[in-house]
Structures are given as structure tokens and as C-alpha cells.
């Protein structure tokens, strides 16, 4: 029996479940504080699904927000499960009772005498107890009155092994002690709970039997007299019988005791007859309260299994949550390592570019450079040349100039002629030189004198514009290209100003649209918590109205003997009904207009996003062509700067100022290789790192995974032991309903 099992077995069967998937509830002396403190903390289906709700809501994954919006169709579904089968025992349970107390009501007051009071009950948090049972006033010989003061205050259901069911309920510990407990759940519960308190009173004003007005009980209290004046009646026939078998004589006397043996004989086996039947209902009465209490013990440990699982998929829930925590951790460092990894790409790629670009000016230098040679070998031979030549041609100019001023002279003229390679230098001695002839030649001298100066300075200007070009000072050249390359620079670093400019103006104006969509969400929320106050108002109403008709109720129960009372009573309950039909349509009309915000809330979160994309697709629209614009204007300053740097050490270089610059160049690029190389091992090594972040991601998300499925297994595990539980209580309820009616 269920009552013959120890703690220890009790223990063992909550935490390990048996083949045939009954457990049985701990008694009050095997739950400690700890426990108890424990069950208090445990959440409810409420906060289960609020918490599973919002937790869909925050998810960006549609995969995980598609998983958990199925978790919360299936937990909609059990509850509306566990809801028809706790209406359909608690149905069965008032039939049972109902028909045991009409029926068997005198065989039940036999036995409350021999047998212990024992209760055996489930908890159904449907009704309250709301009328005291222990007033004077209260009448207790009349077995069906206090048969519907059972039905209407009793706040567990449960078969009754006793006759004193308000005994057993008032003086008798149950399974779980009786303390008052606000009524906990959702609108909808309390709408159920309402709509089972109408049909209750339907059912007990269309119940004849059950519910009389004070004619019925006059009626009934006349049946009772008029029984026992029957059985009186019969009573004096029978004794006047046996007086006429008395009186008789002879073979009248002996034919008529005769007859009235046998019918004491029928009437024995009659008697003996009934006894047996009656102990073999009995039997099957107590057998039948036996296996009605396993499966009520059998609810209990379903809907204990119930509240672990909830329990476990809140610990899911919280496990689920902190693990997309982690994700999202991982993800941010994830990004900031690519950042990172992009920004080392970048430099490497700046690097690469710089000494591309360095090497390209070496080379270009160095082919400078020889043709510098070049031209230096080529001007020393045309200078060579020209020394050559240069006293053929004075002599010859000599010549024409001696015939066209006179004849020549034999005596008078000498002329000697000097000619060296390294200064061309020409002596011309001759006693009778004019002044005209010194003058041209000392202008001559003087023209040379000149043209060496202007070189010597525009040598030194060459030498001061490359030294302060190394050291990075600006130097004015009157050349028009360099002042064309500077007023193009100028236009692009306008441009530039005037693009800056516009990025901060939309930039602003996405300021402002974010904050008007901050305030429509703010309209929003004000808006849904005006409606939830109204729901809470609803919700007040509802409960104040159940309050008076519990108290409507209890007064009908103390007037049950006026009729006036009850039509009264009656009018109330029908204005209750209709205005309990009100505020269903008031609530009803609520969740359509909560579920019209709802969709315009997610109408204007959609409108958010695709305004956000069209956003970031402007600025990308933008970006991208004024990235290229600046890389074009980028290039042809750069062609420019290069141009004017071409020409520049076209005219001002010279060779150990090209060494020198070969020189740092190499140093340069030595050193922006060893950087690169420093980059590409970080760049590797942050490579590495974000594999092994990508691993620990993918087993994290494995793991999620291996408990979503371990989670949706074991919910459908629970709705078919759930659905064979409901099966076999029906069965068993028809099979029990059977053995009543027969």
C-alpha cells in the first residue's frame, strides 16, 4: 500500500524514477527547511515563460529564437493539459462522493465507527475555503445538506474512507497542510476558476436531489414520517399475523407457521445473500479507493516531475543565457582581434607600400645618377672638344681681322700662339696692338668671368635646395608647374573640407532620427504599461467580484430556507455572470488591442532596422567614392610631388649627395623589413589565438546545442508519459464509473 513505504524508499523514488513512472510525494517529516525554503524559490509557470518570452525577444540567432518559442508552445500545451485532467479528477472525484454518500450513506455511517479516519487527497488550487465550519448553526442530521457544504468549502479533493467528511477535513493532516495562500497564476486561471464556480452552482441548481428549497425539505422530513409510519403499519400486520398463528388450533395453526417458516427461510437466504453482495461491493469499493489513491499519488508525482522539469528548464534557461553571454564576449573579443588583425594588415600593407615606393626612388636615383654620368662624360668631351677647336678659331678670326685692318707687315708682326689642354690660355704678343683689340678682349674675359659666376650661383642654389629638401624645410621655385601642383592640392583639400563637412551633417541627422525612434519607443512602453494597468484594474475587479460571490454563496448556504433569499440570490448570481461576461470581453478586447500594439511595435522595429541598413548603405554609398576620390587625388599628388621632385634633382643633385640618400634608403628599408617581419609574427600568433577562439566557440555552440535536444527529448517524454497518464485515468474513470452505476 501506499502508506506502508519508508522514507528512505520514498526518497529513492523521487529522485530515481521507476519502470512503471509513478513516484510518490515526501511526507512533511522528510522535507527540511533547506526544502522547504527551496520550494518556496522555485518559480512558477508565470515567471518560466515571462522569463522564456523576454529571453526570445533579446535573441538575435533565429534558430535559438525559433527553439525557444517552441519550448513555450509545448509548456502552453502541458498546462492546458494538466489543466482538462485536474477538471476531469476533480469531476470524478465529486461523482464518486456524490454517489457513495446517496447511495451508501448508511453502510459509510457503519463503518466510520470501526474503521480509523484517513484522508487521501490531491491538491487542486481552484477553490478556497471561505465559510467557517464550526458554527452553531450548522446542521449535521441532515446527510445531503452537509453533503453540499462538503462539495462547496472543500479546499482538497480526494476520496474519503470515513463518513465525517468535514471531520476528516477540519481535524484529519493530509499529505500537504492546509494554510491560506493567496490565489497565484495568471488572468486566465482566474478566469477558469470562475467559470468552474458557475458550473458548479449551474449543476447544484439544476440537481434536484442535491439542492431543496424549504418546500423540498418539508417534503423530505413528510417522506421520512410517512416511511416510518409505513414501517409501523407493516410492523403491527406482521405481530397481528403472528397473533391470528397464536390464536388459531389444530392444522390451521401448523399450516400457518408452516408457511411463515418458509418465509423466514426465503428471508434468510435473502438476507445472507444481500450480506454477501454487500461485502463483495465492499471489496471492490475499498479496492477500487486503493487504486484511485495510486493515481492520485500518481498525479501528484506527474505534476511534482512537472515543476522539476520547469525547474530544470529555467536552469537550462539561465545555462542558455550565460552561455550566449560567453558567445557574445567571445564575438567581441573575436572582432577586436580582427580589428586588431586588420589594423596590422593595414600597416603591413603601408609598409610594403613605403618600401615599394623607396625602392622605386632608389632606383630611380640610381638611374638619375648615370645619367648624370652620362651628361658629366658627355659635357667633358664637348669641353675637350671645344679646347681643341677654340685656337683654331681664334687664329682664324685673328687672320680675317689682320687682312681687313692692313696689309701684312713682315718686321713689325709677331704672333705667337699658346695653346695648353687643362686652361686655354691664348697669348698674342705684337708691338702694334690697337686699343679696340685689348677692349674686346678684356670684354671677353669679362663675359667668361660672368657666365663662371652665374654657375658657381646657381650651383650653390642647387646645393642649399637639396640640403634644406633633406631637412624637410619649403623652398619657393618660380616654376609654374609647382604652382599648378599647389593650387590643385589647395582645391583637393577644400573638397575634402566640404565632404568632411556634409558626413557631419548626416551624422547629425542620424542623431536626431535615432532620437525620435528612442521616443517612439518610449510612446511605446508608456503606452503598454497603461494597458497593463488597465489589466491589473480588470484583474481587481475580477478578483473583488469572485470575493462577493463567494460571499453570496455562503449566504445562500445560511438562507437555504428562504426561497425569496434565493431568487434574490439568484438575480445577483445571473448580474454577476453577466458582468463577469463583461469584463471577459473587456479582457479579451485588451489582448487584441496588446497583441495590435505588439505588432505595431514590431512593424516600427522592423522600419528601425531597414532604416539602420539604408543608413549604413548611404554611408557606404558615400564612403566609397570619396575614398576614391581622395586615393585619385591622393595619386596625382603624389605624381605631382614626384614630377617636381624629378625635376628638381634633375637640376640640383649631385653624386655624394646621391650616395648619401642611397645610403639612409637602404637603412630605411632595412628597417621597415624588420618591422614587417615583427608584423607578421604577431599577425600569425593573433591568427592562432582566433582559431582557438573560433574553437572554443564551436564547442560551445556543440554544447548548446546537446541541450536544446536533451531538453525538447525530455519535454516530449514528459507530454507521453503525460498523454498515457491521461489515458489511463480515463480508462480507469469510465471502469470506476462502470462499478458505481452497476
Known amino acids: 500500500s501506499p502508506s506502508s513505504r519508508s522514507p528512505d524508499t520514498r526518497d529513492r523514488e523521487i529522485d530515481d524514477v521507476s519502470d512503471s513512472g509513478v513516484m510518490s510525494l515526501p511526507t512533511s517529516e522528510d522535507i527540511s ?65 456524490q454517489t457513495k454518500t446517496i447511495d451508501h450513506l448508511p453502510l459509510t455511517n457503519m463503518e466510520h465507527a470501526k474503521s480509523p479516519s484517513r484522508i487521501i487527497a490531491t491538491v487542486l488550487p481552484f477553490t478556497e475555503l471561505t465559510a467557517t465550519y464550526h458554527g452553531k448553526d450548522v446542521r449535521d442530521d441532515i446527510p445531503l445538506k452537509r453533503l453540499l457544504r462538503d462539495q462547496d468549502c472543500m479546499q482538497e479533493s480526494g476520496i474519503f474512507e470515513d463518513g465525517g467528511l468535514t471531520n476528516c477535513v477540519l481535524h484529519v493532516a493530509t499529505q500537504t497542510d492546509w494554510t491560506f495562500e493567496p490565489p497565484h497564476g495568471d488572468l486566465g486561471a482566474e478566469i477558469r476558476k470562475l467559470t468552474q464556480i458557475r458550473e458548479r452552482i449551474e449543476e447544484k441548481g439544476g440537481n434536484k436531489k442535491l439542492l431543496k428549497t424549504p418546500e423540498t425539505d418539508q417534503e423530505f422530513l413528510t417522506h421520512a414520517s410517512l416511511k416510518e409510519l409505513l414501517f409501523y403499519r407493516d410492523r403491527v400486520q406482521v405481530l397481528e399475523d403472528k397473533l391470528a398463528i397464536y390464536e388459531s388450533r389444530g392444522d390451521e395453526q401448523s399450516k400457518l407457521l408452516a408457511i411463515r417458516l418458509e418465509k423466514e427461510v426465503l428471508l434468510a437466504a435473502q438476507v445472507k445473500h444481500l450480506q454477501n453482495t454487500v461485502r463483495r461491493l465492499k471489496e471492490e469499493n475499498r479496492y477500487l479507493e486503493e487504486e484511485k489513491c495510486e493515481f492520485e499519488e500518481a498525479e501528484n508525482d506527474t505534476r511534482l516531475r512537472c ?29 577586436n582581434l580582427r580589428s586588431t588583425l586588420s589594423e596590422e594588415e593595414r600597416k603591413r600593407n603601408e609598409a610594403r607600400q613605403y618600401a615599394a615606393k623607396m625602392e622605386a626612388l632608389v632606383n630611380r636615383l640610381e638611374q638619375q645618377n648615370f645619367e648624370m654620368e652620362e651628361k658629366e662624360i658627355e659635357t667633358r668631351y664637348r669641353l675637350h672638344t671645344l679646347e681643341n677647336i677654340v685656337p683654331a678659331m681664334v687664329m682664324y678670326y685673328l687672320w680675317r681681322m689682320l687682312n681687313a685692318v692692313r696689309p701684312f707687315v713682315k718686321d713689325s708682326q709677331t704672333l705667337t700662339i699658346h695653346s695648353s689642354n687643362s686652361d686655354s690660355v691664348l697669348v698674342i704678343k705684337s708691338p702694334k ?142 448580474q454577476l455572470e453577466a458582468e463577469t461576461l463583461q469584463l471577459r470581453d473587456a479582457l479579451l478586447q485588451k489582448d487584441k488591442e496588446k497583441k495590435v500594439l505588439e505588432g505595431e511595435q514590431i512593424r516600427l522595429t522592423n522600419e528601425l532596422e531597414e532604416a539602420i541598413d539604408n543608413l549604413e548603405k548611404f554611408k557606404e554609398n558615400i564612403e566609397k567614392p570619396l575614398r576614391e576620390e581622395v ?112
Open 631 to 742: 586615393e585619385n587625388h591622393r595619386k596625382k599628388v603624389k605624381e605631382l610631388l614626384g614630377d617636381l621632385d624629378v625635376r628638381e634633382q634633375e637640376k640640383n643633385e649631385t653624386e655624394e649627395m646621391h650616395r648619401k640618400l642611397v645610403k639612409e634608403l637602404k637603412k630605411i628599408n632595412n628597417q621597415a623589413c624588420r618591422e614587417l617581419e615583427e608584423s607578421e609574427v604577431t599577425i600569425s600568433e593573433l591568427k592562432e589565438e582566433v582559431q582557438t577562439l573560433e574553437r572554443e566557440v564551436a564547442d560551445l555552440r556543440a554544447a548548446l546545442s546537446h541541450e536544446r535536444v536533451s531538453s525538447e527529448r525530455k519535454l516530449l517524454e514528459v507530454g507521453a508519459e503525460l498523454e498515457a497518464r491521461d489515458r489511463q485515468l480515463r480508462s480507469l474513470g469510465s471502469d470506476s464509473l462502470a462499478g458505481s452505476l452497476h
Open 33 to 97: 527547511e533547506a526544502d522547504f525554503q527551496d520550494f518556496k524559490m522555485e518559480p512558477n509557470n508565470r515567471d518560466v515563460k515571462s522569463r522564456l518570452a523576454q529571453l526570445c525577444q533579446s535573441l538575435e540567432n533565429v534558430s535559438d529564437r525559433i527553439s525557444i518559442q517552441q519550448a513555450l508552445a509545448l509548456l502552453r500545451h502541458y498546462e492546458s493539459r494538466l489543466e482538462n485532467l485536474e477538471a476531469t479528477l476533480a469531476a470524478m472525484c465529486q461523482e464518486a462522493t
Open 307 to 335: 515543476q522539476k522539469l520547469e525547474v530544470k528548464l529555467s536552469a537550462l534557461g539561465e545555462k542558455k543565457s550565460d552561455l550566449q553571454v560567453q558567445l557574445q564576449q567571445n564575438a567581441r573579443t573575436m572582432s
Open 433 to 574: 696692338q690697337t686699343p679696340q683689340k685689348r677692349k674686346k678682349l678684356r670684354r671677353s674675359r669679362q663675359d667668361r668671368e660672368e657666365v663662371q659666376d652665374n654657375l658657381r650661383r646657381s650651383l650653390e642654389e642647387i646645393q642649399q635646395f637639396l640640403t634644406s629638401k633633406q631637412r624637410g624645410e619649403s623652398v619657393d621655385c618660380p616654376n609654374i608647374t609647382v604652382d599648378a601642383a599647389f593650387l590643385v592640392i589647395e582645391e583637393l583639400s577644400n573638397r575634402c573640407t566640404e565632404l568632411k563637412e556634409r558626413i557631419k551633417e548626416l551624422e547629425l541627422k542620424e542623431k536626431v532620427y535615432q532620437e525620435t525612434l528612442l521616443n517612439e519607443d518610449e510612446i511605446l512602453n508608456k503606452m503598454e504599461m497603461d494597458y497593463k494597468h488597465q489589466l491589473k484594474c480588470a484583474e481587481d475587479e475580477l478578483l473583488h467580484k469572485q470575493a462577493e460571490l463567494e460571499k453570496a454563496e455562503a449566504q445562500l448556504r445560511k438562507h437555504a430556507g428562504d426561497r425569496e433569499l434565493e431568487i434574490q440570490f439568484q438575480e445577483r448570481l445571473n
